[in-house]
T-cell receptor, first 115, second 114 residues
Framework: EAEVAQSPRYKITEKSQAVAFWCDPI?????LYWYRQILGQGPELLVQ????????DSQLPKDRFSAERLKGVDSTLKIQPAELGDSAMYLC?????????????FGQGTRLTVV | AQTVTQSQPEMSVQEAETVTLSCTYD???????LFWYKQPPSRQMILVIR??????QNATENRFSVNFQKAAKSFSLKISDSQLGDTAMYFC???????????FGGGTRLMVKP
């Protein structure tokens, strides 16, 4: 069964360092989401791509976060510099198209700890 | 902007019993989509059930059903014959008609007790 792949699963970094997360969506899925989930809370949308274009990044802290999906397939989310408050689970999800009837499939996430 | 509120941080239910999780949302749109997602401990989020706002009939998926009250902007999830494997975080989510802005509530932690 096809899955959304994320790496690494766990990352520990020191504050002020740069960190990057990678996501490979299910093949053929045009829509890709990045979410941040603080422990015990619901996921918060950071950025949504439709193919290689950003559909919504209104909640992305652009002074330190960046996201790209250059070829409209896999995607990278970067934080530079990392802050203690960035410690969270970062989830990637994909769906077949930007249609509300399509299901979003989630990866297992990358758990980031900033020390 | 849409908001989704889940007022029950934690709930518990005995195995084989029925439990209802609450969700309310706020939107100015007339057409939209609502979802319940399940996140088991240390596992990825999976879709449980979805509801199109233009459909009056409540969605059902096996032991899972919803009570969708559009005027009240309420979308509750009923789990019948609860099983130990239903133990998880449950998230209510909203998506606009354009298929954007999949917005989640804060979640309800459900524990099914043997």
């Amino acid at each position: 069964e096809a899955e959304v792949a994320q790496s690494p699963r766990y990352k520990i970094t020191e504050k002020s360092q740069a960190v990057a997360f990678w996501c490979d969506p299910i093949s053929g899925h045009a829509t890709l989401y990045w979410y941040r989930q603080i422990l015990g809370q619901g996921p918060e949308l950071l950025v949504q791509f439709q193919d290689e274009s950003v559909v919504d990044d209104s909640q992305l802290p652009k002074d330190r976060f960046s996201a790209e999906r250059l070829k409209g397939v896999d995607s990278t989310l970067k934080i530079q510099p990392a802050e203690l408050g960035d410690s969270a689970m970062y989830l990637c999800a994909s769906s077949l198209a930007s249609g509300a009837s399509t299901e979003a499939f989630f990866g297992q996430g990358t758990r980031l700890t900033v020390v | 902007a849409q908001t989704v509120t889940q007022s029950q941080p934690e709930m518990s239910v005995q195995e084989a019993e029925t439990v209802t999780l609450s969700c309310t949302y706020d939107t100015s749109e007339s057409n939209y989509y609502l979802f319940w997602y399940k996140q088991p401990p240390s596992r990825q989020m999976i879709l449980v059930i979805r509801q199109e706002a233009y459909k009056q009939q409540n969605a059902t998926e096996n032991r899972f059903s919803v009570n969708f009250q559009k005027a009240a902007k309420s979308f509750s999830l009923k789990i019948s014959d609860s099983q130990l494997g239903d133990t998880a975080m449950y998230f209510c989510a909203f998506m606009n008609n354009a298929g954007n802005m999949l917005t989640f509530g804060g979640g309800t932690r459900l524990m099914v007790k043997p």
